[in-house]
């Protein structure tokens, strides 16, 4: 089963202003949580995204598409990074994201999304 585990954006991370507060020890700490997803075959992908005053939306209306700038709001409803999982089902999934470290200086979420399976009807 593929996941995809979405590191939710918060105040300080579509600001930027979050990376002052990152330190070593949460640096080191993330990366050997990835190796160990990693060791376990359960890392296919893993990323950081750019805050959304980089990025942009494309409205779809029939024919019609328009662009829309960044920066979005609110922050708690966008995702600031992700990992790609293959895991045997979802209590897997939940059981990794537990072991994670705080991916955010302060209070964060983590959501875990199935991909759908193209084997299944």
């Known amino acids: 089963m593929r996941v995809m585990v979405l590191v ?10 979050f990376q002052p507060a990152w330190t070593a020890e949460m640096m080191a700490a993330m990366g050997r949580f990835n190796d160990e997803l990693r060791h376990a075959g359960i890392l296919v992908m893993a990323d950081g995204l750019k805050p959304t005053a980089h990025a942009k939306r494309i409205a779809f209306d029939g024919a019609a598409r328009t662009i829309i700038d960044g920066p979005f709001t609110p922050p708690n409803e966008l995702v600031a990074g992700f990992w790609l999982w ?36």
Not at 8 to 17: F, H, I, R
């Open 86 to 121: 293959n895991v045997k089902d979802m209590d897997e999934a939940i059981a990794w994201a537990k072991r994670c470290p705080n991916p955010m200086p302060g209070p964060s979420e983590i959501e875990i999304r199935p991909l759908y399976d193209r084997s299944e009807s």
């Open 8 to 17: 939710k954006a918060t105040e300080a991370s579509e600001n930027n202003s």
